[in-house]
C-alpha cells in the first residue's frame, strides 16, 4: 500500500471521509470536486481518504491530478485489486476523525447528503451508522432488480429493513468502526 499522507499531521479534522475507487477514471475528478464543493458548503473541516484498489485504468493518476495542492485529501493505493471491503477498512484505518463517511467514488451518492447523515448521527447516542440509499441508481434495470431482491431477503431474514444494503453511503462513529471487521 502506498499513500501521500503525511502521518506528521495534528489537526484532527470533524469528519473522515472514505472512498474505495476501482476503475473509476472517468468519475475520479468529478469525484473530488463534489466533495470538495459539497464540505465547503457545508463548512465543515473534513478529510478525504480517496483508496484505490488496485485500478488498472488510470484512476490512481487521475485522483492524484484533482488533490495535488489539498492537504485535506489523500491518496491510498492498493497494490492490487482486494474489494471494497478491503478498501473500505484501509480508508478507516488511516481516518482521523471521530466521525468517518463512506461513499461511492462512481458519483451515485451525493456528498451534499453528508451533512444530514451526520446531524442524524449528532441526534444522540441512540445512533452510531446512518445509512444513506440510492434514489436514483445508475444502474442496469437487472441490477436493479437483483438488488431490490436482495433487500427483501435480506430484511426478510435480518428484521431490519433498510432501503438499500448495498448503499456505501454510511456515517459511523469511530468506536463502533473499532468492532467491526469488513467482509468481502
Not at 32 to 47: H, N, R
Not at 76 to 104: P, S, T, Y
Not at 168 to 179: I, Q
Request: hydrophobic share 45%; aromatic share 6%.
Amino acid at each position: 500500500m502506498t499513500s501521500n499522507a503525511t502521518d506528521e499531521r495534528t489537526d484532527v479534522p470533524q469528519v473522515s471521509i472514505v472512498v474505495p475507487l476501482y476503475n473509476e477514471v472517468e468519475n475520479a475528478a468529478a469525484c473530488c470536486e463534489d466533495i470538495a464543493s459539497a464540505m465547503a458548503e457545508a463548512g465543515l473541516e473534513y478529510e478525504v481518504l480517496f483508496v484505490d484498489d488496485g485500478s488498472t485504468d488510470g484512476t490512481a493518476e487521475a485522483v492524484m491530478a484533482a488533490i495535488e495542492g489539498d492537504r485535506r485529501a489523500t491518496l491510498i493505493e492498493l497494490r492490487r485489486n482486494f474489494g471494497q471491503a478491503a478498501a473500505l477498512a484501509a480508508g478507516f484505518d488511516h481516518a482521523r476523525a471521530d466521525l468517518v463517511v463512506a461513499m461511492d467514488g462512481d458519483l451515485q451518492n451525493d456528498p451534499r447528503d453528508i451533512p444530514a447523515l451526520l446531524a442524524k448521527l449528532a441526534e444522540g447516542p441512540g445512533y452510531d451508522v446512518v445509512s444513506g440509499w440510492r434514489r436514483k441508481r445508475r444502474d442496469s434495470p437487472l441490477r436493479r432488480v437483483l438488488s431490490a431482491l436482495a433487500n427483501w431477503l435480506i430484511s426478510a431474514i435480518t428484521g431490519v429493513h433498510l432501503h438499500d444494503y448495498g448503499c456505501t453511503l454510511k456515517a459511523y462513529r469511530r468506536e463502533v468502526l473499532s468492532e467491526v471487521r469488513l467482509y468481502g
